[in-house]
């Protein structure tokens, strides 16, 4: 095992794994945990090993409680996976950075390995924030490249034309063009008010598309509908809501002109 300690963050490597057309696809945890989910459920699904681990001081000062009742510092990790086509790089992490010079640092590191394991494209998983419910998210995407660009509309990606990608989901595409790679995001329609796995489940689907990799999201199609229930829930209540406030307003009005 080899570390390397540079600036605030600190990386721990167990393997150096070089396939040829390997690609590294991110997901950090955001609105609707989109990302979080899809990356945590290739990890899970594909199963992939863990072949780096990436600590820093400007993670949230907290810990996750296991199952077993112990605990782990919030940390980053890198997993790797060859497929029948290509070799398949997750980055995942407990939590994201919570100053800029966190973000850009452990993105750097993470795409500096990619570069050396001979990755040339990095996709990263997002949440497209509308506020409102949607029984069918649409996937948007923006590129590095008029190229990366072009695959996703090929793809049934709705490019975005305006706006940002914030925080790390959309800090590693731009690290990863700085660093001579090409990347895009894919982003989840979602309302931001939920964990939304109908939404981490559309942007596994269109990655499949894009990467050629094969994807079981059948576990996420029943988390989708675990949400697609609370979704209906929340609905229902605020139409309750939105029905009791003009009687409210009736009753609290006083009943004489002075």
């Known amino acids: 095992m080899s570390r390397r300690g540079e600036g605030v963050v600190t990386e721990s490597v167990t393997e150096v794994p070089k396939p040829r057309a390997s690609v590294l696809i991110c997901g950090l ?37 296991k199952e077993d009742g112990t605990v782990d ?15 398949v790089f997750v980055f995942t ?38 506020g409102s419910f949607s029984n069918s998210p649409r996937v948007f995407g923006a590129g590095t490249s008029k190229a990366m660009a072009d695959s996703l509309v090929d793809n049934g990606v709705t490019l ?9 989901n ?16 894919l982003l989840g329609e979602t309302s931001g008010y939920v964990v939304d796995a109908g939404a981490s489940k559309v942007v596994l689907e269109a990655l499949s598309r894009i990467v050629g990799i094969a994807v079981d999201t059948s576990m996420l ?36 002109i002075g």
């Not at 975005?160 to 790390?168: Q, T």
């Not at 959309?170 to 995001?185: D, F, Q, S, Y």
Request: hydrophobic share 35%; proline share 6%; glycine share 12%.
């Open 29 to 65: 945890p955001g609105s609707g945990y989109v990302g979080k989910l899809a990356a945590d459920h290739l990890v899970g699904s594909m199963k992939l090993r863990k072949v780096a681990e990436y600590s820093s001081p400007t993670f949230p000062p907290q810990v996750s409680v």
């Open 73 to 87: 510092p919030p940390k980053g990790e890198l997993y790797f996976a060859q497929t029948r086509k290509k070799g």
């Open 160 to 168: 975005m034309k305006d706006g940002g990608i914030s925080g790390m």
């Open 170 to 185: 959309g800090l590693l595409i731009g690290v990863a063009a700085l660093r001579g790679l090409e990347g895009a995001c």
């Open 221 to 256: 199609k029943e988390k989708a509908e675990e949400t697609q229930k609370v979704i209906s829930q929340l609905q229902a209540m605020a139409e309750q809501s939105r029905e009791a406030a003009p009687q409210q307003g009736r009753e609290q009005r006083p009943g004489y």
């Open 93 to 130: 992490a407990d939590a994201q950075p919570t100053t800029s010079e966190g973000e850009y640092e452990l993105s750097d590191a993470v795409v500096k390995f990619a570069r050396k394991c001979g990755v040339k494209k990095v996709y990263t998983l997002a949440a497209y924030i509308t």
